[in-house]
T-cell receptor, first 109, second 113 residues
Framework: AQRVTQPEKLLSVFKGAPVELKCNYS??????LFWYVQYSRQRLQLLLR??SRESIKGFTADLNKGETSFHLKKPFAQEEDSAMYYC???????????FGTGTQLKVEL | ETGVTQSPTHLIKTRGQQVTLRCSSQ?????VSWYQQALGQGPQFIFQ???????GRGNFPPRFSGLQFPNYSSELNVNALELDDSALYLC????????????FGSGTRLTVV
C-alpha cells in the first residue's frame, strides 16, 4: 500500500534562512508527487507537482526515486511562507491522493 | 469562476445519528472527491464520484456513502455515527483524469458527541 511520511510536525526557521520540508513515500509503481499548502484560515491549495518541474513562490521540489523522496526547498524563507504543508502521492492514474500528516512551517523574524 | 462550497460549516451530532454533508463543485469540474481529516492528520481519501457513480473508494466502511447529482454537486452521508467520525470533511472537485487540478472546499467540521 502507498504511504507518505513527513517526519517533522513543526519546522521553525528564521526569515532569510533556507527551508527544507521533508517528504518520503512508499509506492512500488511510478508515483506522482505533489505539495499542497494551507495558509491560516484558507483552504488547502496546490503548491506544485513534480511533473511540471516548476518553481512556485520560490519553492522547488525534486523527485528522487532512489531515495523515494520529494523534499520541498526554498533558499530564503519569507514570513508569508508560514503555513501547513502537505506532501501527497497520486497513484494508478486515478484521482485519489494519499497525504502525509503535514509539516507546520513557522518563519520567525 | 466559482469555487467549491460546502455546507454546513459546522455540525454537532449524537452518536448513532445520521448526517448529510453537501458540496457544490467548481464550475467546469465533473469529479468530486471526499476526504476526512482528523485532528493532526492529513486528509484521508473516502471516495470519488464521476458521472454520478462511485469511482474509487478508500478504506472506509459502507456506512459512508455518497451521491453525485447531474449538476456535479455531491453529498456525503454517514450512518450510525461514531465518536471517531469527528473530523473535518473536505470536498474537492476536479476534471476527470486531471487529479492534480483539485480545488478544495473549506470543509465541514463534524463533532460527534
Amino acid at each position: 500500500a502507498q504511504r507518505v511520511t513527513q517526519p517533522e510536525k513543526l519546522l521553525s526557521v528564521f526569515k532569510g534562512a533556507p527551508v527544507e520540508l521533508k517528504c518520503n513515500y512508499s509506492y512500488s509503481g511510478s508515483p506522482e508527487l505533489f505539495w499542497y499548502v494551507q495558509y491560516s484560515r484558507q483552504r488547502l491549495q496546490l503548491l506544485l507537482r513534480h511533473i511540471s518541474r516548476e518553481s512556485i513562490k520560490g519553492f522547488t521540489a525534486d523527485l528522487n526515486k532512489g531515495e523515494t523522496s520529494f523534499h520541498l526547498k526554498k533558499p530564503f524563507a519569507q514570513e508569508e511562507d508560514s503555513a501547513m504543508y502537505y506532501c501527497a502521492l497520486r497513484t494508478g492514474g486515478g484521482n485519489k491522493l494519499t497525504f502525509g500528516t503535514g509539516t507546520q512551517l513557522k518563519v520567525e523574524l | 469562476e466559482t469555487g467549491v462550497t460546502q455546507s454546513p460549516t459546522h455540525l454537532i451530532k449524537t452518536r448513532g445519528q445520521q448526517v448529510t454533508l453537501r458540496c457544490s463543485s467548481q464550475s467546469g469540474h465533473n469529479t468530486v472527491s471526499w476526504y476526512q481529516q482528523a485532528l493532526g492528520q492529513g486528509p484521508q481519501f473516502i471516495f470519488q464520484y464521476y458521472r454520478e457513480e462511485e469511482n474509487g473508494r478508500g478504506n472506509f466502511p459502507p456506512r459512508f456513502s455518497g451521491l453525485q447529482f447531474p449538476n456535479y454537486s455531491s453529498e456525503l452521508n454517514v450512518n450510525a455515527l461514531e465518536l471517531d467520525d469527528s473530523a473535518l470533511y473536505l470536498c474537492a472537485s476536479s476534471l476527470q483524469g486531471q487529479g492534480y487540478g483539485y480545488t478544495f472546499g473549506s470543509g465541514t467540521r463534524l463533532t460527534v458527541v
